[in-house]
């Protein structure tokens, strides 16, 4: 199947676009990566907030909601996908393009390594483009066996992973960091706040060695269960695997919109 991407208006090759095989532009910019199921973009309305947010603080031209929805399902309907991953990219150079690619489901529960270079915490994380960095991040996880990583403050305060929020129940509690310890506002994350009751506070670097489960939250994977940081297997995987089902419910639940 030959995918197209929805650009300014048209749709168009990945070549014609000047998109690279993994769905990137040249330049720079904000995105927002949606999961797609049986043709519904998830929760589609607080993506479309997320980005206006940052395409405001960005100066960046951004599109009315009407053509934002329209686009994506332009997208949605010219590469059809039981199970897909949509992608809207707004450059500084005031380009709109939506693409849409299969995704694979992850199963499998992850092993967390801790990453050693310091995250600083005082800067707006959002999701920007060229995205080399994260992508940097999580193939260095990968080559050393791992799933994915945790970030580390500069206060020594966990943050999040390469590519998703952290959720993890500490002494009973399910708990996150705050925005200001250096993490991007995720949807799911949001939705385990405001639906689920987990707390929000900060979590210092030496209380891994006191989670018992914990979870990858991102709008592509929903809620990952992790079984190892590190070394050291979490003893809780069936609290894991109970939130991780609670999350994914409230997913479903709140997708439409």
Do not use: C
């Not at 049986?38 to 993506?47: E, F, I």
């Not at 270079?117 to 959002?126: A, C, F, G, H, K």
């Not at 925005?179 to 639906?195: F, K, N, S």
């Amino acid at each position: 199947m030959t995918l197209v991407v929805w650009s300014d208006g048209e749709l168009i090759s990945f070549n014609q676009a000047g998109l690279n095989t993994a769905g990137w532009p040249i330049g720079s910019g904000i995105f927002e990566t949606l999961k797609t199921v049986d043709g519904s973009a998830w929760h589609l309305s607080r993506h479309m907030r997320r980005a206006l947010t940052s395409a405001r603080r960005s100066d960046i031209a951004f599109p009315s909601e009407e053509s934002i929805r329209s686009a994506v399902a332009a997208a949605i309907a010219a590469n059809p996908f039981p199970i897909g991953r949509l992608r809207m990219l707004f450059t500084s150079e005031g380009r709109f393009l939506v693409t849409h690619q299969e995704y694979l489901e992850v199963s499998e529960q992850a092993k967390l390594m801790i990453f050693p270079d310091r995250l600083e915490s005082s800067t707006m994380v959002e999701k920007r483009f060229p995205y080399d960095h994260n992508l940097s991040l999580l193939d260095s996880a990968r080559n050393q066996g791992f799933d994915d990583g945790i970030l580390i403050n500069e206060r020594e305060l966990v943050a999040e992973s390469s590519i998703a929020n952290l959720a993890f129940q500490i002494a009973g509690q399910w708990v996150t960091p705050p925005l200001a310890d250096g993490i991007l506002p995720g949807v799911i994350r949001a939705l385990a706040i405001e639906r689920l009751g987990i707390r929000v506070r900060s979590i210092e670097r030496e209380e891994l060695k006191k989670v018992d489960a914990g979870l990858l939250l991102s709008s592509l994977k929903i809620a990952q269960p992790i079984s190892h940081i590190v070394g050291r297997a979490l003893p809780n995987i069936e609290g894991s695997e109970e939130m991780r089902s609670r999350i994914a419910a409230t997913a479903v639940a709140t997708s439409v919109g």
